[in-house]
């Protein structure tokens, strides 16, 4: 079957770095996708992934292992506005997107 | 902005009844998805179209109708609705970049009482 895994929540400290670990199984593969949603909004794109390694985009960074299946996001210098759900989708054979139940991250001043 | 707006915003509504939900874009994108999300799921997928009048089931789909007669609409449709789906519905369209990034609407939020 098809699966993504990710912690329900995290805490961490605004100026801090946190991870958010997935780990994945889809039928085929086709990339990995990290979405940001705040609390009543609808999710918006933060990185994509189909080849391993790692991938920097300012404070964000998403990392991809294919042979291991997980990717993980990384956060630095986090910011109170960073308190959001991050949600780990990965994307099948068919191109469809298998979405995980997201990961609730709480920022502590 | 992906020009993508969902109607209505809020819904309150009986058991029951049918319901319409509009997803309206301004972009000319082949492809349009309806998912639900609920608390302790992932989205889910209802019913997704790749042109006009192609539409397909997606993993949740029992109880739900899709039509899109033009490139801009795609309607979901609850024939007789459920306390079961209350839920927040978004739309959703395919970007044009190689990624296939989804733009999502603000979502609309369905209440059955």
């Known amino acids: 079957g098809q699966n993504i895994d990710q912690p329900t929540e995290m805490t961490a400290t605004e100026g801090a770095i946190v991870q958010i670990n997935c780990t994945y199984q889809t039928s085929g593969f086709n990339g990995l996708f990290w979405y940001q949603q705040h609390a009543g909004e609808a999710p918006t794109f933060l990185s994509y992934n189909v080849l391993d390694g790692l991938e920097e985009k300012g404070r964000f960074s998403s990392f991809l292992s294919r042979s291991k299946g997980y990717s993980y996001l990384l956060l630095k210098e986090l910011q109170m506005k960073d308190s959001a759900s991050y949600l780990c989708a990965g994307m099948d054979s068919n191109y469809q997107l298998i979405w995980g139940a997201g990961t609730k991250l709480i920022i502590k001043p | 902005d992906a020009g993508i707006t969902q109607s209505p915003r809020h819904k309150v509504t009986e058991t029951g009844t049918p319901v319409t939900l509009r997803c309206h874009q301004t972009?000319?994108?082949?492809?349009m998805y309806w998912y639900r999300q609920d608390p302790g799921h992932g989205l889910r997928l209802i019913h997704y179209?790749?042109?006009?009048?192609?539409?397909d089931k997606g993993e949740v789909s029992d109880g739900y109708s899709v039509s899109r007669s033009k490139t801009e609409d795609f309607l979901l449709t609850l024939e007789s609705a459920t306390s079961s789906q209350t839920s927040v519905y978004f739309c959703?369209?395919?970007?044009?970049?190689?990624?296939?990034?989804?733009?999502f609407g603000e979502g609309s939020r369905l209440t059955v009482l």
């Open positions: 959703a369209i395919r970007g044009d970049r190689d990624t296939g990034e989804l733009f």
């Open positions: 972009e000319n994108h082949r492809y």
């Open positions: 179209s790749y042109g006009v009048k192609d539409t």
